[in-house]
């Protein structure tokens, strides 16, 4: 199975900072037919199911804010929060769908103000 | 919009058995994968199984695999969670989620319900 590693597990950022997660995959989840990258992003507040933020790498769901962007490719992804807001604390986690089943996630990391 | 909701979560013993049960509305339940995915408590996600959209096809984690089942009634708008031989490990908030296109990536997801495997 595909492992993903996330860092940091955690981080403190000031309100309308920028907030920079990451994430590595054992290998490549890059389809090399279609040139896109089989990676999503995750959202999940306190109390919350998690969110779909971001799949194929970088394209952002329906609604969900423009200072959310992904970038990245083949092992390695960038989750980024340009200008971080109150509402954003919350654990973001990555997930894999390259090889399926499983579809691995990383373990997660904890965005929160500082 | 998507609805699904979870239920069947409580206290059980070890070696004994539960059924989850996540109703859905809000879309063509026939026409999607649903998937279980659970989160130990204080931990991460843990994808556990996916069915296919007409139940022909079925996977499971390894660590359930064997002891887990996974079904689904499409004339009931209904997903279910087999789970027997429960061990303490499996203690867990179990969410169901619908499957985009069947590529894994999960676009819904419900508030889960909470398993506690205890003696």
């Known amino acids: 199975d595909i492992v993903m590693t996330q860092s940091p597990e955690s981080l403190a950022v000031s309100l309308g900072e920028r907030a920079t997660v990451n994430c590595k995959s054992s290998q490549s989840v890059l389809y090399s037919s279609n040139n896109k990258n089989y990676l999503a992003w995750y959202q999940q507040k306190p109390g919350q199911p998690p969110k779909l933020l971001i799949s194929w790498a970088s394209t952002r769901e329906s609604g969900v804010p423009d200072r959310f962007s992904g970038s990245g490719s083949g092992t390695d992804f960038t989750l980024t929060i340009s200008g971080l807001q109150a509402e954003d604390v919350a654990v973001y986690y990555c997930?894999?769908?390259?090889?399926?089943?499983?579809?691995?996630f990383g373990q997660g990391t904890k965005v929160e103000i500082k | 919009q998507v609805q699904l909701v979870e239920s069947g979560g409580g206290v059980v013993q070890p070696g004994r058995s539960l059924r989850l049960s996540c109703a859905a509305s809000g879309f063509t339940f026939s026409s999607y994968g649903l998937h279980w995915v659970r989160q130990a408590p204080g931990k991460g996600l843990e994808w556990v199984a996916v069915i296919s959209y007409d139940g022909s096809n079925e996977y499971y984690a390894d660590s359930v695999k064997g002891r887990f089942t996974i079904s689904r009634d499409n004339s009931k708008n209904t997903l279910y969670l087999q789970m027997n031989s429960l061990r303490a490990e499996d203690t867990a908030v179990y969410y169901c989620?619908?499957?985009?296109?069947?590529?894994?990536?999960?676009?819904?997801w419900g508030q889960g319900t909470l398993v506690t495997v205890s003696s």
């Open positions: 997930q894999q769908y390259y090889t399926t089943p499983p579809g691995t």
């Open positions: 989620a619908k499957d985009r296109s069947g590529d894994y990536v999960l676009v819904s």
